[in-house]
Nanobody, 126 residues
């Protein structure tokens, strides 16, 4: 059974940093693409960042580029999202997602991911 468990969310002030983690189990983590998405109240789930199976390729939403960094540690079977210079508009529930197909690359569309975590809340006050 595949499990993705996010952690690291919280309440911070604008300009602060947070590091989200996603612990994975039950899948061939080393060989699948991963992504971070977020969803704010009343809005659709949106792509934040993606990383391919070996970490050699990453991409970011325009709204977070230069402030967020996605990374993975295949030895620890973990995905990370370093978030710097946080803004109130970054407030949302953050989810990690995994693809099932080996040697995959990331996608921008939530439907193309097979597994999802429960999410972690990030709240940024002005």
């Amino acid at each position: 059974q595949v499990q993705l468990v996010e952690s690291g969310g919280g309440l911070v002030q604008a300009g602060d940093s947070l590091r989200l983690s996603c612990a994975a189990s039950g899948l061939t983590f080393n060989y699948v693409a991963m992504g971070w998405f977020r969803q704010a109240p009343g809005k659709e789930r949106e792509f934040v960042a993606g990383i391919n199976w070996n970490g050699g390729e990453t991409n970011y939403a325009a709204s977070v580029k230069g402030r967020f960094t996605i990374s993975r540690d295949n030895t620890k079977v973990a995905l990370y999202l370093q978030m710097n210079s946080l803004k109130p508009e970054d407030t949302a529930f953050y989810y990690c997602a995994a693809k099932e197909r080996p040697l995959s690359t990331y996608s921008y569309t939530p439907d193309e991911y097979n597994y999802w975590g429960q999410g972690t809340q990030v709240t940024v006050s002005p």
